[in-house]
């Protein structure tokens, strides 16, 4: 049997550690593993053969196991006739909207920062991705309490995403931060009144946070112009988020999730995915 696995988003340490449990924990006898990967150059769908020797390579190189897949592409169906040559596909991140397009049984693997898969309590990556970014705002908090400045010292905090997450809120909600949801008038105003909640209770710096659906560099001439303030911005990219370092949560369900998936590549493959409920792994049919 030949199964397939493809990645969505940046490669996090959970999604190498799948792919190389997958070449290292079926079945030789009964059981081929090919990633599938996407050619920008020739705009085509690859299939190429994982096995140890790939893990060796990869470690070589210092190049990842298995490239990530732009979303986009995969969307359009005249590139899936390439996946036909296999009996089934892992699909680790992107959404649950995937499965449906598969020429193939498929069993869709919640990995993503931004905790987004209906029916899970998390996915792989989240955990991580929080804890990096609240540590890396602690350091800031530490430097700004630590040192007397004249000016309020506004930090205004861009993570990932294109739509409001609980990556956004829950990380916001960890750092006592403000969320900034728009950049227009409201979202402005809104600015303003954390700048001057701040400066009545005498507090020396702030955090605003905001996804990449809103543009920082809006909320500068607008404030700066009406309050003394000292501005500063930092952006974070997915790269950051997941870090070579996951947390013990995510490396606890990334275990669980490699044990499901082993499963079910050696059962009769049934289209579905995988859902952390009450910090169990469960396989949930595509009906289901």
């Not at 792989?124 to 991580?128: I, N, V």
């Not at 890396?136 to 800031?140: L, R, V």
């Given at each position: 049997m030949k199964i397939g696995v493809v990645h969505f988003g940046s490669f996090s340490m959970g999604a190498t550690q799948i792919v190389r449990s997958l070449i290292e924990g079926i079945s030789k006898d009964t059981h081929r593993l090919f990633g599938v990967e996407y050619n920008r150059q020739t705009n085509e769908i690859e299939i190429k053969e994982l096995h140890k020797d790939s893990i060796l390579t990869s470690k070589e190189t210092?190049?990842?196991?298995l490239k990530s897949f732009p979303d986009q592409v995969w969307k359009d169906l005249q590139h899936h006739e390439a996946l036909s040559q296999l009996d089934s596909i892992i699909v680790l991140g992107g959404q649950e909207h995937q499965l449906s397009n598969?020429?193939?049984s498929s069993l869709h693997v919640p990995l993503s920062i931004f905790n987004n898969v209906e029916g899970s309590l998390f996915t792989?990556?989240?955990?991580?991705a929080v804890n990096s970014i609240t540590n890396?705002?602690?350091?800031?908090r530490?430097?700004?309490s630590s040192l007397y400045y004249k000016k309020l010292r506004v930090f205004n905090v861009q993570i990932p995403g294109e739509k409001s997450t609980p990556l956004l809120w829950n990380t916001a909600l960890a750092v006592h931060a403000a969320v900034v949801?728009?950049?227009?008038?409201q979202g402005i105003e809104s600015v303003k009144q954390v700048i001057r909640e701040k400066e009545a209770n005498g507090d020396t710096y702030c955090f605003i946070m905001m996804d990449r659906s809103v543009d920082p560099s809006v909320f500068e001439e607008p404030i700066t112009r009406e309050f003394d303030v000292d501005w500063k911005v930092a952006i974070y990219d997915e790269s950051q988020c997941v870090g070579p370092f996951p947390t013990a949560l995510d490396k606890i369900f990334t275990i669980k999730m490699i044990d499901k998936i082993l499963k079910w590549v050696e059962t009769i493959p049934q289209t579905g995915k995988l859902v952390i409920v009450d910090n169990q792994v469960e396989f949930q049919s595509l009906n289901q």
């Open positions: 210092g190049n990842a196991l598969q020429l193939v792989l990556g989240y955990d991580t890396d705002i602690e350091k800031i530490d430097t700004a949801t728009s950049a227009d008038e």
